[in-house]
């Protein structure tokens, strides 16, 4: 097994969809702008919470109305992020089990930063070493930056590392950061593009596991 493991947050470790979902609707009705479908969102999500948004928002909305739905956004999302949100089925014995094999475990994600440590304290208290989230002025993912970050800090080589993650962009963002990848199918990208990139696909925690420690 790799001396670490690192995971993305939304649609690998926690089913958030339907919370970004609300915020979304919350912050484009507050504008007065039409609401998006939980599909729509799905498709959105990925690329940091300032790309939601801008596809959220009708196609030629200005700057400075995008602005405002983004700001209201993120103090929504921030107080409500945890009304629906839950851990995929399995997740939290697959991180005990990945404690107990000895893998420090870390958290990349594009969701903003403290979101993302206030959701991983809650859901996970203690299981993991470092969290990072979108944060102003760092590259997000498909940018390396952040997995280079978590590996320094931790004291482990590209080599000993592995990314899990559930689409295009986690895949990318293994390919940037030179180290293996295992992708998840029950996130928020369908099968059939996840099989298109060759990495490893776990359909189930257990099987995430058992890839995971032969990878």
């Not at 089913?15 to 484009?28: H, V």
């Not at 400075?64 to 089925?89: G, I």
């Amino acid at each position: 097994m790799k001396k670490l493991i690192i995971f993305d947050l939304d649609g690998t470790l926690l089913y958030t969809l339907e919370d970004l979902c609300a915020s979304t609707n919350f912050a484009l009705k507050s504008a007065g702008l039409p609401e998006r479908s939980l599909d729509e969102v799905r498709r959105f999500v990925g690329n940091g919470i300032r790309k939601l948004i801008e596809r959220a928002v009708p196609e030629g909305t200005d700057a400075e109305l995008t602005d405002s739905v983004f700001a209201a956004f993120k103090t929504h999302y921030t107080a409500n992020c945890e009304n629906k949100t839950a851990p995929y089925p399995g997740i939290p014995e697959l991180l005990r089990s990945l404690k107990e094999r000895g893998a420090m475990l870390g958290v990349v994600s594009n969701k903003a930063d403290k979101p993302a440590k206030k959701l991983i304290a809650h859901y996970f208290p203690g299981a993991f070493d470092s969290v990072v989230g979108e944060r102003e002025g760092v590259r997000k993912k498909p940018a390396p930056d952040s997995v280079f970050e978590t590996a320094r800090s931790l004291g482990c080589d590209m080599d000993d590392a592995v990314y899990v993650g559930d689409s295009d962009v986690d895949f990318r963002t293994a390919e940037n950061a030179g180290c293996k990848c295992v992708l998840v199918s029950w996130g928020f990208r369908e099968r059939r593009l996840l099989d298109t990139f060759g990495a490893p696909i776990a359909d189930s925690a257990q099987q995430l596991l058992e890839t995971l420690e032969n990878i």
